[in-house]
């Protein structure tokens, strides 16, 4: 009976990684390179295969011009040359086990799975009773929720720290719905003097490059005063300065915050009523990623990256024969990521996690904004 089921996964495997072309629009705007890597057979030389010497080279240049790469030297060159090969291979599993989605060639992919987890990943897991916070959010009714929603329609919108990205941006969503006002929110405040502690795992404490997370992100503001804009606190890439914190600066303030149950009824009413909500995901299949809506088989929920939830829909997913809800998700590594720095992925199974680590914040008027 085993061995039958692992049969059949595989063939719908199989299968499903056979409808990826036509999944994928053959518009003037595709990337020939991505198809051919996750699409076409011969690029690697059969399911599991190896790129020709030719191939590869072609490819790993045309990589480093896309995405303006330099290396110290050969030796460097050709290190990266061997994990880009690497990662063409993983981006293939990726698209076998994520076919509604296109993996391919990305600005990381002469990264080890290691070191972007390192440079670019860094949410802590947070402690087990993350959804029985006292910070909990009520219950909020969810007969009248609309069919879909989307923040950017409504006008909200490598340190840096993924849990700092996923904090401010709540925040900015909230303070827009507060004030009126869209204002870009300084990560490098949070980043330099944010070092709060989890009152559950008091070891636990947001280091900057280092990991954070976003419920005691919001805490610290609550005790600071807020935050200050982008501009009068610009962002560094570094943790390694000390804080500049000017409370007379202050451009956001938090009035409340809440931990989102895992209902995903719940999070798109906390989404509608109090903005973009700050989530934990699992990023694995993000180094890969390249557009459309991302729904893997398979996907572990060990959470370690914080994105920003703006919106939710339904797409027709020609590979599974029917319509498919999917989560909004803006990240923080810039327009030339992803959909112009979002990411689609399935909604209704907890998917990588998307639904565990969900917090909505509200925000107050201060001085300064009026």
């Known amino acids: ?23 994928v629009p053959k518009d003037k705007n595709d990337d020939s390179l991505i198809r051919q890597v996750v699409q076409d057979e011969s690029a690697l030389g059969g399911e599991g295969g190896e790129l020709s010497a030719l191939d590869a080279e072609a490819h790993f ?33 990726h698209q076998l086990l994520d076919p509604t989605a296109v993996h391919g060639v990305t600005q990381f992919s002469d990264l080890t799975p290691g070191e972007f987890r390192r440079s670019y990943l860094g949410l802590r897991s947070g402690s087990s009773d993350f959804a029985s916070s006292s910070h909990e959010a009520p219950i909020l009714p969810t007969n009248d929720l609309p069919e879909k929603f989307d923040w950017r329609d409504h006008g909200a919108g490598s340190c840096g720290s993924c849990w700092t990205f996923s904090a401010a941006g ?8 507060a004030t009126g006002k869209l204002e870009s929110l300084s990560e490098q405040q949070l980043v330099d003097c944010d070092h709060e502690c989890d009152s559950s795992e008091p070891g636990a404490c947001d280091q900057g490059c280092n990991g954070g ?13 807020g935050l200050e804009r982008e501009e009068d606190y610009p962002y560094t890439g570094t943790d390694r300065g000390t804080c500049q914190f000017d409370k007379s600066k202050i451009a956001a303030s938090v009035s409340n915050f809440s931990t989102v149950s895992i209902d995903e009824d719940q999070i798109a009413a906390n ?18 990623y390249v557009h459309g809506v991302s729904c893997p088989y398979i996907c572990g929920k060990h959470l370690n990256h914080g994105v920003l939830l703006v919106g939710y829909g339904t797409g027709y997913a020609p590979s599974r024969l029917k319509e498919k809800p999917y989560w909004i998700i803006k990240n923080s590594w810039g327009e030339n990521w992803g959909e112009k720095g979002y990411y689609n992925i399935c909604r209704g199974r907890n998917l990588c996690g998307v639904d565990s680590m969900v917090s909505a914040v509200t925000a107050i008027r201060t001085q300064q904004q009026d």
Do not use: W
């Not at 045309?62 to 291979?89: M, S």
């Not at 709540?170 to 719905?177: P, R």
């Not at 997370?213 to 005063?225: D, Q, R, W």
């Open 1 to 23: 009976m085993d061995q039958f089921f692992v049969s059949l996964l595989l063939f719908a495997t199989i299968a499903a990684a056979a409808s990826v072309a036509a999944i």
């Open 61 to 93: 240049s045309g990589f480093i011009r896309r995405y303006k790469k330099a290396y110290a030297d050969a030796e460097q060159r050709a290190l990266r040359f061997a994990i880009f090969k690497a990662n063409l291979l993983r981006a293939r599993r």
């Open 170 to 177: 709540a925040l900015e969503g909230a303070n827009f719905l």
């Open 213 to 225: 997370l976003m419920t005691t992100a919001f805490e610290y503001l609550l005790k600071s005063g």
């Open 271 to 288: 989404l509608v009523k109090h903005g973009p909500l700050a989530v934990g995901i699992n990023a694995v299949f993000m180094q890969t």
